[in-house]
């Protein structure tokens, strides 16, 4: 007879999830460097990170009835880096994961078929989802599910798919076995590390979220550190320049969607909200203010190099939407033209 996990492992894959991995729930070791790193304010701004750690250490404070979680990783594959320089053709960058419909009611709609599909296997079973929501350590229960490493990145890595899938959970009261904790493949490769150019990433497989261009670009609410804006480059939503260096995601590309992620900055500038709303949708609306703050600051970086876009306009407008006097704005424009 099929165990448990091995069923549970088979309906995954029907619904087009790449891995499933179990883990019986107990309290995570990462209980004091979460509390140390909180103390040295790496969260920046995402203040929610210091509340419920409890049952960010062990879900079960939240949940005294869940026995175990079931980890999930939902492929997806990004386009190829856009060609050509960016302060000619003025085009902003997207990370990849954002293409499409929104990733929250995509995976959690294949996730709430898969919950249907095992309640149906294991009658009286109870599950609860989770996709990228509440505080729930995703990377470290999908270690622990067996289906990859931490990388040097921060990010889960597998042989196979590299770290290009996105994490979804689901909590059960089913007894499950534990899946082999996965060995560490990063070795001596620091491509990651090198590659980030806000250096970001440290020692110890650990990362400075304050200085990540993903942090910077989507959960950052306040205007941009001064000594970090001429790193952002051309990157509005998000950032995958340490994926894109990482050797076991290996060189597959798909095209499909390269256009979208690589937007016209002038055109993004000129939207007003029912414009952003209209062209976005779900994709970035949660964040849409910010995306646009970002954008702002794109285009006015981008046309310092650009003839054809008069700077003091476009400084103009970024410093309306950064909150910033036209002067600071300006002031950031000559510091970066003098190095």
């Avoid at 995570?28 to 920046?44: D, I, N, S």
């Avoid at 701004?45 to 062990?58: F, P, Q, V, W």
């Avoid at 309640?119 to 990859?148: C, K, N």
């Avoid at 103009?316 to 910033?324: F, P, Q, V």
Wanted: charged share 20%; with cysteine; net charge neutral.
């Amino acid at each position: 007879m099929r165990s448990r996990e091995a069923t549970i492992a088979a309906a995954a894959r029907v619904l087009g999830f790449s891995r499933a991995g179990t883990a019986p729930l107990a309290p995570l070791p990462v209980g004091p460097f979460l509390q140390a790193w909180l103390a040295e304010g790496r969260a920046g701004e995402m203040g929610y990170l210091a509340r419920r750690t409890a049952e960010r250490i062990d879900p079960r404070a939240a949940r005294p009835w869940a026995r175990a979680v079931i980890s999930l990783a939902y492929p997806y594959r990004p386009p190829p880096p856009p060609p050509g320089d960016w302060r000619a053709t003025l085009t902003g960058r997207i990370a990849a994961y954002a293409l499409g419909a929104d990733y929250h009611a995509r995976v959690g709609a294949l996730l709430g078929a898969l919950a249907a599909r095992l309640a149906a296997a294991f009658p009286g079973a109870r599950f609860q989802a989770y996709v990228d929501t509440g505080p729930v350590l995703e990377r470290e229960w999908a270690m622990r599910a067996g289906l990859g490493w931490i990388g040097k990145h921060t990010l889960l890595l597998d042989r196979a798919a590299g770290s290009y899938f996105f994490l979804a959970e689901l909590f059960t009261d089913l007894e499950l076995a534990a899946s082999p904790l996965p060995a560490d493949h990063c070795g001596t490769c620091a491509r990651c590390h090198a590659a980030c150019p806000t250096g970001a990433l440290g020692p110890g497989y650990t990362m400075d979220p304050r200085r990540c261009l993903s942090y910077l670009t989507i959960e950052h609410r306040s205007a941009l550190p001064v000594e970090l804006r001429p790193r952002l480059g051309n990157w509005i939503f998000g950032c995958d320049l340490c994926q894109e260096a990482c050797p076991w995601n290996g060189e597959a590309r798909d095209p499909a969607g390269a256009e979208a992620l690589a937007p016209h900055l002038p055109s993004l500038l000129a939207l007003d909200e029912p414009g952003f709303r209209a062209r976005f949708g779900k994709i970035l609306l949660f964040y849409g203010q910010r995306a646009a703050t970002h954008f702002a600051y794109a285009e006015e970086h981008a046309s310092w190099r650009a003839a054809d876009i008069e700077l003091h306009l476009v400084a103009s407008e970024a410093a309306e939407l950064l909150g910033e006097p036209v002067n600071t704005v300006l002031s950031a424009h000559a510091e970066s033209a003098s190095r």
